[in-house]
T-cell receptor, first 113, second 114 residues
Framework: DQQVKQNSPSLSVQEGRISILNCDYTNSMFDYFLWYKKYPAEGPTFLISISSIKDKNEDGRFTVFLNKSAKHLSLHIVPSQPGDSAVYFC????????????FGEGTQLTVNP | EPEVTQTPSHQVTQMGQEVILRCVPISNHLYFYWYRQILGQKVEFLVSFYNNEISEKSEIFDDQFSVERPDGSNFTLKIRSTKLEDSAMYFCASNFLGPTDTQYFGPGTRLTVL
């Protein structure tokens, strides 16, 4: 299942700098996108979401951008903090046909002090 | 803050045995889900449940799997005859509005089938 893909398995940034995590999708029916953060031995924790009618959603240090024509979304974290170090998953769903979330592979973000 | 809880945190079983994984969703939520993550692979959808019946299931969710809401608080996943390839983290999730709402995940149960 390659409908949602995160091509970077890992990303390392310095504290205070911007972290940019990327996600691509192939299913043009997806209309709701989410980012989750996951620490070891815990379940995914919801971060931020965006509907396909928007191209940007912001919540504090987290901003998600959606480019529907490119079928691409990104998560920006500014400024990055060491506590942001975790695996980040993007997920997508088709709101009109059910609740199934389709996940990407995840990107391990490491923020160095 | 309310959260989804799951028990046990780790379950070890022999191949062919039945296991029941338990979840307590957030109390006012109406939609319940199971996902799994095999080591090194993606988180995969298994099943969604609403109004005491399955609303959607994936191709993974075959006759070996069943779900139940036996009372007002618990939501269970049963695997009738476990296989080695069922070894995975199993995550329960819940939300209030279903497709238009964020799903909140529990901490997971690690199932190891020997």
């Amino acid at each position: 299942d390659q409908q949602v893909k995160q091509n970077s398995p890992s990303l390392s940034v310095q504290e205070g700098r911007i972290s940019i995590l990327n996600c691509d999708y192939t299913n043009s029916m997806f209309d709701y996108f989410l980012w989750y953060k996951k620490y070891p031995a815990e379940g995914p924790t919801f971060l931020i979401s965006i509907s396909s009618i928007k191209d940007k959603n912001e919540d504090g240090r987290f901003t998600v951008f959606l480019n529907k024509s490119a079928k691409h979304l990104s998560l920006h974290i500014v400024p990055s903090q060491p506590g942001d170090s975790a695996v980040y998953f993007c997920a997508a769903s088709v709101e009109t046909s059910g609740s199934r979330l389709t996940f990407g592979e995840g990107t391990q973000l490491t923020v160095n002090p | 803050e309310p959260e989804v809880t799951q028990t046990p945190s780790h379950q070890v079983t022999q191949m062919g045995q039945e296991v029941i994984l338990r979840c307590v969703p957030i109390s006012n939520h109406l939609y319940f889900y199971w996902y799994r993550q095999i080591l090194g692979q993606k988180v995969e959808f298994l099943v969604s449940f609403y109004n005491n019946e399955i609303s959607e299931k994936s191709e993974i969710f075959d006759d070996q799997f069943s779900v139940e809401r036996p009372d007002g608080s618990n939501f269970t996943l049963k695997i009738r005859s476990t296989k080695l390839e069922d070894s995975a983290m199993y995550f329960c999730a819940s939300n209030f509005l279903g497709p238009t709402d964020t799903q909140y995940f529990g901490p997971g149960t690690r199932l190891t089938v020997l």
